[in-house]
Antibody, heavy 120, light 109 residues
Framework: QLQLQESGPGLVKPSETLSLTCAVS??????????WTWIRQPPGRGPEWIGN???????YYNPSLKSRVTISVDTSKNHFSLRLTSVTAADTAVYYC????????????WGQGILVSVSS | QIVVTQEPSLTVSPGGTVTLTCASS?????????PSWFQQRPGQAPRTLIY???NKQSWTPARFSGSLLGDKAALTLSNVQPEDETEYYC?????????FGPGTKLTVL
């Protein structure tokens, strides 16, 4: 059973960079079966797809966040990461790492989520 | 930027049938947009009910079904149960990026 676990700081200051890591167990980050995906959900609002990365390194980002987002993979540590620059209070959200099946495009496995607050 | 819309809230009686819809600012929703539907309970991550318009997850109750209805994607709940009262989100695909709707709060009353 594939499992995902987010980690990172729960508090980031405005204008700084948010950095999160998703540890993958139960499968290899080099698997061609999944897109490794980040989704966030602001308090009381719907989810927002941030972007994903394929094992080959190909990335897709939400157009509204593209200028600030980088998703990367570390095969040696079997994890993938999210960087979001120049954060504001609007970036306060629960951040989820998620797998998306390449064949069906189904969102399959979710991490438990991590709340990141942007505040001085 | 694609904007996805859903009914903010719907109310249904136990045992009744209700249809939730998902529309797009880009025009008619088609199977190429790979509509997905998610159920989310408070404090939990969303979980997939329906993917690629009509396909169910192994845990999706038979009373849930997905379809296209006119120019929208639709999620129909038949024989609604009290435990179906929660939030539902749709997700659409456009050219490499995915867009969630704002959600429908379903009340069973």
């Amino acid at each position: 059973q594939l499992q995902l676990q987010e980690s990172g700081p729960g508090l980031v200051k405005p204008s700084e960079t948010l950095s999160l890591t998703c540890a993958v167990s139960g499968d290899s980050i080099g698997s061609s079966s999944h897109y490794w995906t980040w989704i966030r959900q602001p308090p009381g609002r719907g989810p927002e797809w941030i972007g994903n990365i394929y094992y080959s390194g190909s990335t897709y980002y939400n157009p509204s966040l593209k200028s600030r987002v980088t998703i990367s993979v570390d095969t040696s540590k079997n994890h993938f990461s999210l960087r979001l620059t120049s954060v504001t209070a609007a970036d306060t959200a629960v951040y989820y790492c998620v797998t998306q099946a390449v064949t069906t495009k189904r969102l399959d496995f979710w991490g438990q989520g991590i709340l990141v607050s942007v505040s001085s | 930027q694609i904007v996805v819309t859903q009914e903010p809230s719907l109310t249904v009686s136990p045992g009744g049938t209700v249809t939730l819809t998902c529309a797009s600012s880009a025009g008619a929703v088609t199977i190429s947009n790979l509509p997905s539907w998610f159920q989310q309970r408070p404090g939990q991550a969303p979980r997939t009910l329906i993917y690629s318009t009509t396909n169910k997850q192994s845990w999706t109750p038979a009373r849930f079904s997905g379809s296209l209805l006119g120019d929208k994607a639709a999620l129909t709940l038949s024989n609604v149960q009290p435990e179906d009262e929660t939030e539902y989100y749709c997700l659409l695909y456009y050219g490499g990026a995915w867009f969630f709707g704002p959600g429908t709060k379903l009340t069973v009353l």
